[in-house]
């Protein structure tokens, strides 16, 4: 995945904060901190660039990005960056397989910011995701070795959805009543921002389709679930026909 993230200081110390937190020499005490701070500047910058946006046109401007994830695990891969897409009020939309690969393709629809902090986020995830599920030990007498472990990762990959979609949150309450240079509240920005994004999205996928309902059944999901609640969650490509593609529900 190409980002801009490098570019932007903010997002470059959120990231350093993940990686902090991330490293196993860190102590608890310290990452539990650093995961708090990086959680916080994440939701706080994207209320931020909203609002300057608003007061220059053009600055964050709403833009599209197509991403291939490959094995193993391609379509948890998709799911992860899904729920990430759909907390930040951007949209996604999976287009398959990958020409005549396994890896999958996604189109994800946001604004320049949002984009550059869904891949942020996806990548420290993803990293997690995987260290994680290789420290499992699978229960003794579970039978499907490998269904145990996809259910684990979609419990990691529910759960930490519900984190980073409850962050978003606060911050978007905490700052509903400021106004910007404009005269307009963050609130009513922010609206108008993701009404611009699904207007893109519907556009380009006039008659995309919800897809299936993925049913997360088996102990591992419980396991998954805790571990992400342990987790730190801190344009221009060409067209695929909508007649294949299938927007997906985390």
Not at 48 to 55: D, H, I, Q, R, V
Not at 217 to 224: K, L, P, R, V
Request: charged share 25%; glycine share 10%.
């Amino acid at each position: 995945m190409s980002t801009t993230t490098d570019a932007n200081p903010k997002l470059s110390t959120v990231r350093a904060l993940l990686a902090k937190a991330e490293d196993a020499a860190t102590p608890e005490a310290e990452a539990e901190l650093a995961r708090v701070r990086a959680f916080e500047m994440m939701a706080k910058y994207g209320i931020e660039m909203a609002m300057l946006s608003e007061e220059q046109p053009g600055r964050d401007v709403p833009t599209d990005r197509q991403i291939v994830l490959d094995n193993p695990w391609a379509m948890e891969r998709v799911r992860l960056i899904n729920g990430i897409t759909l907390a930040l009020g951007c949209q996604l939309i999976h287009l398959g397989r990958d020409g005549a690969t396994s890896a999958r393709r996604v189109h994800i629809f946001g604004h320049q910011s949002d984009l550059d902090r869904i891949e942020l986020l996806h990548t420290s995830l993803l990293l997690q995701m995987h260290s994680g599920l290789a420290a499992q030990s699978v229960p003794v007498g579970t039978k499907g070795v490998r269904a145990w472990r996809r259910s684990w990762l979609l419990g990691f990959i529910h759960r930490v959805g519900k984190r980073i979609e409850e962050a978003e949150n606060g911050a978007r309450a905490a700052a509903q009543n400021e106004i910007t240079a404009t005269g307009r509240s963050t609130a009513l920005v922010l609206a108008d921002r993701k009404a611009v994004v699904e207007a893109k999205y519907r556009s380009a996928y006039p008659r995309a389709r919800t897809g299936r309902t993925t049913t997360m059944t088996g102990s591992g999901f419980g396991d998954g679930w805790a571990a992400g609640g342990r987790a730190d969650i801190g344009g221009g490509s060409r067209r695929v026909g909508a007649r294949t593609a299938r927007s997906l529900t985390a």
